[in-house]
């Protein structure tokens, strides 16, 4: 790569270590008139116990630091974390291991956070590199992997998918005798200014090496035996898989002793169903209590299972949790959470077994710590140490294979998110893998010489089509999948858009680049017919992830700052095209079709209402009401669910998507007033009505000025995860736990309702009702200064409801709850039944307060059928 500055004035801070690389590269850098300042983890971290404190801490002295390049005349260019250099090769304990992790991880959390913070001033946002040592195993030659760094890779495939304007890369020097530190440094240097796209290389006796993710061919017969007199150990053993391992180990390979471990041990709920179920297909099964990330727990379960049971033989590394959010809430301690079980535990049980003579010793890591995923940088970090120990124990000769998953059927991890989760996973080509196959994959890789195998159901074609430029990660199986791929052709459209549009016509212009953001917006929206450049985004379901990831697609694609806060009112592709067209350097100059188009349009459509999918022959209309904060994007989709007869119509009140610039309104009755007299041109079919927390009070309102001052009324009620209205105002369990929470922050204003609490307050109030994408909303400072005054209003039109007596309806209520919400129990759903004196149907489903929303599927099947049978009647 190439190691000039091509005479840009560039500044860089280098987080430097204390062998001399950060300082050699500072050196060459400035010869090359780039000016640098050097930071020492010593500095910031100071020589305070390193258990005293947080990575968190340190996102506000980064700020600090990129805030005093504001007024350089020459840009921060980089950021160059060199931090891990520092770590010692061993730890003798866990503990020393899980500091290391604040230091490596912890600091490159916080300065991205702090980079993205400091964006909004800058006109290039610096990008962050992160630099180890042997922490992948490249060559033959190569020592045994250093562990503690290992977790970063994971981090770094997360934050690049995150943060692709930010997250620059990472570079694994040499451990051999060869490097010194201006030899590294300039293995550095060559990748900071390469402009080639690798964002993962290693470099080892001065060769470059660029991660690919290829095809495994299949590994050899597995020969490795499994003694029917050992005793094999689990770990997680009562969770999904542990129990298929299981079920695996008895059936197919005659292991007779199981240790099934967790947390919870005999405590856990399916430990008697469990252990009967496997002692019926002939195993003796120990359910065991242990918490894998603790040394005492570890060492006391190693000697317990020596001294009184037979030897042990093999260990399946099951264990895990996750917690997601993404980078930028990604609290250190939400982090260490869901890496201690993976972590520490991986390397504990690495630890204290490795006199034990074990034939196996496998982990269950994951698909994403190779591929990285947004909003899981947690758990992708967590399952790239494993990735890591496994090669460390190959290189020592010692049994060991990792498994990374993709998501299985069924049940488990990747289920835990539901009908959404499978949707998100398909989006990207993925299908869980049916547990038959899960167990053919353990048939073919136990036992044999394969150290790591991803196991995965994928189209690659369509996984690729999340990125407007697949990262190189994923080069071979492009080549593999033929470079025709629309994809491929839309990221080379990418690259030669902006050199094809200087030598058009404007007309014509302007079609190119409908063409390209069309393309990206239906990718990034998951639609595969072509959608009308005039019609809003919004009405195709643009919600504010959405619209932030088309952000980052467009930005990446066309080298401009595009404005998040427009692209969440969910405008036409026509819009956008319009706004960004001056800031490639052309002006707004064409009248095309479109706008026309996009005029007549606008006087037609009701603002109040959103037509989700529209009909040709509805025979019924379901209206629904959102949740506080939420807009109609959350219904665009049931059209494809529901029957074809019904026509989904979403409510958009004013403060959200595309009414973003209207002022919220927090008075109910103002609400049904305006709702109602925007509905009336939709009543003339049947209809029903729909709405989930907030939207259920909201629902219930609006009927009621619908009954009391027109001839119309809903048909059906459906609410999902909302209190009677009679009892919006309950004071239980819930709400104690909230204050208790709320007061434990010292910004808490006591005499002051929720909706007035300081942003800090109210955010953690937010998240006690769990409302999707709440870590996004709050973690965008423009996001959230454009999306809180919204949800802040809904609150208030809660707070101050006055439930006022109405007579029962006599209209059918069906109640949707979640055994898991806080907010709404048994009860409260059950006095739904003071509503209606036609028929009151509580369904009580598994899942938490938004689990309702998750669980579309069974939500989807009640409505058609209870409209399906009230439509015939
Ligand atoms: N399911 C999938 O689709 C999938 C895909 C890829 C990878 N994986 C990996 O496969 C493994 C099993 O997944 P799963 O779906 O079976 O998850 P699961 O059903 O949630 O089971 C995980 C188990 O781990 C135990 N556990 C968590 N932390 C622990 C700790 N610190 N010490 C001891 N036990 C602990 C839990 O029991 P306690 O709460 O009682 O501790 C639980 O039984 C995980 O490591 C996961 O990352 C799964």
Partial sequence: PSTDLHGEPSSWLILADKSGIGAALAEVLARKGGACRLVYSDQLIGRRKTAAWIPDDLVKPFAKLISGFADRSAPLRGVINLWALDLSIEYRGVQQLNDAQKIVLGSTISLLRAVVQARGRAETPARIWAVTRNSVSITPEDPPVKVAAAALWGLGRTARLEHPQIWGGQVDLDASRES??????AAVLGE??????????AVRKGVRFAARLVRATAPKKPTATFDSNGSYLITGGLGAL???????????????????????GQKDPSYRRVQRALAALGAEVTVLRADVSSEKDVQRLIGRIEKFHAPLKGIFHCAGVLDDGILMQMEWQKFERVIAAKLAGGWLLDKFTRYCHLDHFVVFSSILSLTGSAGQANYAAANAFLDGLISRRRKQGLPALAINWGPWAESGLATVSGEKGRAIWRSRGTEYIPTDIGRRALDLLIGSDAGHAAVTITKWPIFLQQFASPPPLYRELQKEIG???ANAGLAASAANLKTKMKELAPAARHDLLTLFVRQEAMQTLGIKEEIDAARPLREFGLDSLMSVALVNRLETALGIRISAVKLIQ????????????PDLGYAKDTDPVEKRDRRSRKKASSRWLVVAGARPFPRLRLFCFPFAGGGSAVYRSWSEFLDPAIEVVAVEPPGRLGRMEEKPIVDIKKFGSELVSEMRPLLDLPFAFFGHCLGGLTMYETARRLIRSTKFRPIHLFVSGARPPDRVSDQGPFENRLIDDLLRLGQFIRNRPMYAQPDDVFGELIRHFNIPATDQLLSDPKLRKLML???RAEFRMASNYKFVKERPWDIPITCFAARGDPYVSRHHALGWGRFTNSRLQVYIRDGAHFAVVDDMAFIHGIINKELRVQSQH
Avoid: F, Y
């Fill in 483 to 485: 470079a025709v791929t």
């Fill in 570 to 581: 969910g405008p036409s592709v026509a819009q956008i095209v319009d706004d960004i067209l």
């Fill in 242 to 264: 542990g129990v298929e391992v299981a079920k695996w180990l008895v059936t197919q390979c005659k292991v007779k002793r199981l240790l099934l471990v967790g947390r919870r």
């Fill in 180 to 185: 010194s530190p201006s030899v590294d440094a």
């Fill in 192 to 201: 900071l200014l390469n402009r080639g796209g690798e964002d993962q290389v």
């Fill in 789 to 791: 005054p919204v949800v």
